[in-house]
C-alpha cells in the first residue's frame, strides 16, 4: 500500500445552486495529523462528510485506503467520525453510552474493551456520572470515544477543540498526539489556526470550498517565524560578508536582490553597518512578524464567512 492514505480528487459538493465545496483536490498521508482550517461556512464539515461516508459527493472521487470508494464503501467502516452530533444519550454515563455503540457493533469482551477506551480519553473516573452533566471537554472526549470503536485507521474530528477553555484544548490535544503515536491517521478541522498549530502535521486552508493554501508545518512555521527582511543590490555580494562577519547561518534567498534573515541574534543597524563597511548599499530592510491568525485572516479575509 502507498503511504497516501486518502486522496480526493475534484470532490465538489453542491446544495442547489450553492456550491459548499469546489473541486478540492489534496492527499493525506498514512500517520499525519492533517489540519483542515477556514472560516465558518468555508466547507469543512461538507467536505468531511463526504470523506466520512455520511454524505454523496455531487462530482469528484474520493480514494481511501488506495481503493476508488464509489467501488466499495466497506472502506467508510475504517474511519471514526466526530462530525457535529455524536448521538449520546444525556441521560446515562460515559460507560453506557459506549457499551450501547458496543453492542451494536457486535464487540466480545466489551467490558474490558470500554474500560480501556475511558481510559485512553480520561474519562475513566467519571464512573456513574450522566453525560448531561459532563463539561464540555468530557462531551468531546467521550465524542472521541465513541469515533474510536471499531479500532479506525483514520479518525475524522470535526472542530473538537470549539468552545472548549484553554485547560479543555490543552488536553484535547495531547489526546490527539497520543493516539497518533498509536498510529491512527487523524483529520481534525477549525476555524482557528492557532488552536491546531501545536498539533497538526500539515495543513490544508479552505475558503469558500476552494483549497486556497496546502502547506506543511515547518514551512508555516517558517513563514510565521520572525524574520528579517533585506534589499541590496546582489544577494550574492551580501551572503558572504552575512554569513562571515555576523555570523548567519538561517537565512533564504528570495531572488537577486532579497534576502529573509531567520536569525534573530543580529540586529537590524548592525547588518546595515556590516554592509556598508564592506561595500554593499542597502535599499531597504524590516522586521517581518506575523502570526499564524494573521498569516490565516491575510489569506482568508478578516471578516470570514458566514453560515446563510
Ligand atoms: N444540508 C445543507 N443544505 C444547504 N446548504 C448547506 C448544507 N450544509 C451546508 N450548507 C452550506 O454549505 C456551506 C458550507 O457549510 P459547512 O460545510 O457547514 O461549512 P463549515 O463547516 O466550514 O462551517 C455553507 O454555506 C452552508 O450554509
Ligand atoms: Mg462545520
Redesign the pocket.
Known sequence: MSSEIIEVKQLT?K??A????DNVDFKIRKGEIFGLI????????????MIGGL?YPSSGKIHLFDHAVQENHSYFERMGLLIENTGVYPNYSAYKNLDLIAISYGLKDRQRYINDLLKLVGLDRTHKKKVKNFSMGMKQRLGIAVALIGSPDVLIL??PINGLDPQGISEIRKLILDLNKTGITIII?S?ILEELSKVATKYVI?HH?KVIENISKEELLLQCENRIELEVDEAKMAIPILEKNLGIQRYKVINERIIHIHDTHVESQQIVKTLAENGVFVHYITKHKQSLEQYFLERTGSGG????
Open positions: 459538493k446544495f442547489k450553492k456550491v459548499a465545496v477556514g472560516p465558518n461556512g468555508a466547507g469543512k464539515s461538507t467536505l468531511l462528510k454524505i470535526d472542530e478541522s476555524h479552505l470550498g464567512d458566514t453560515h446563510d
